[in-house]
């Protein structure tokens, strides 16, 4: 059976990641989003969900081009006086890599994120991250620590087929080839330790390779090639003007990505390919 979750990440961004997301939900395919707890639009989010009780709701665990949510204490400091993360994520990745004396405060952060969460009321299920944070080794360490203390039951393995999506997106092919590459070194090193904690992952994460150009045409082209299992495909759908969207990701295309994701002739392929729909507790949406 090929069973397919699609999410929408930066859920609490702004106020126009969060209408994208809820119309996505309501009048698309969407299954399931991943909040950010310390964005500018993560009140409305919440409330948002409450209204929408369907639309499952994750942790974007966010330790670049962000802000910080716990205390801002330690030397050197994980964030700036302001409580700002770094913009630049190779710098964020090495620093979190080499700088050890960072690893206390990491961790730290990362479990004042995942606090802060539950402290909406809102179920926590799975757990993914900005610029797919998540699977750096060191936040990945702390993770396996953090997942089953707080009953977290499902992690993004972010890594994709990289011959399939150059054949559906021929584009930005050394970047891809770079990312395909780091992802799945990744995704092999977090593998065991998934297994070993009992935490669920997908057969293949889509969005990697095309972040911010998930267009109804190449969805239309992946809904070809998905596989048998859970596929999770990811999108960053938006309305714009939005000041938020056009500071972090000036090249996205987040009203072609909404649309995508509210497109009949998705929902249309969707049905026709037999491929079900869900979301991470295992709940089937007809579209």
């Given at each position: ?111 004042a994120q995942i606090i802060r969460f539950l ?8 757990i993914d991250g900005h610029l797919n944070i ?138 026709s390919s037999g491929i079900v729909l869900r ?9």
């Amino acid at each position: 059976m090929k069973e397919l979750i699609v999410n929408a990440d930066d859920f609490g961004l702004s106020s126009g990641a969060n209408r994208a997301i809820i119309k996505s939900w309501q009048e698309g395919v969407l299954t399931s989003t991943s909040l950010m707890v310390g964005a500018n639009g993560f009140e409305e989010a919440v409330a948002l969900a409450r209204q929408n009780p369907g639309l499952q709701v994750g942790l974007h665990l966010t330790l670049v081009q962000g802000r910080s949510v716990g205390a801002r204490a330690g030397f050197p400091p994980l964030a700036d006086s302001g409580g700002n993360f770094t913009h630049d994520p190779v710098y964020a990745g090495m620093r979190y890599f080499f700088v050890r004396s960072l690893r206390k405060q990491l961790a730290s952060e990362i479990e004042a994120q995942i606090i802060r969460f539950l402290e909406t009321g809102l179920p926590l299920t799975h757990i993914d991250g900005h610029l797919n944070i998540h699977m750096h080794p060191t936040v990945f360490d702390i993770l396996c620590k953090l997942m089953p203390k707080y009953g977290i039951t499902t992690f993004r393995l972010s890594r994709e087929r990289l011959g399939v999506d150059l054949e559906l997106a021929p584009r930005r092919r050394l970047g891809k080839y770079a990312d395909a590459y780091i992802f799945d070194r990744l995704a092999r090193r977090c593998r065991p330790m998934l297994d070993q904690l009992g935490i669920n992952y997908s057969v293949e994460v889509k969005g990697l390779l095309n972040s911010g150009q998930m267009t109804e045409d190449y969805f239309l082209k992946a809904l070809d090639i998905v596989q048998d299992g859970i596929t999770e495909i990811y999108f960053h759908p938006g309305c714009c003007p939005d000041q938020e969207l056009s500071k972090w990701m000036p090249d996205y295309r987040h009203e072609d990505e909404l649309a995508a994701l509210t497109s009949h002739r998705v929902m249309d392929k969707i049905r026709s390919s037999g491929i079900v729909l869900r979301n991470y507790r295992g709940e089937v949406k007809e579209c």
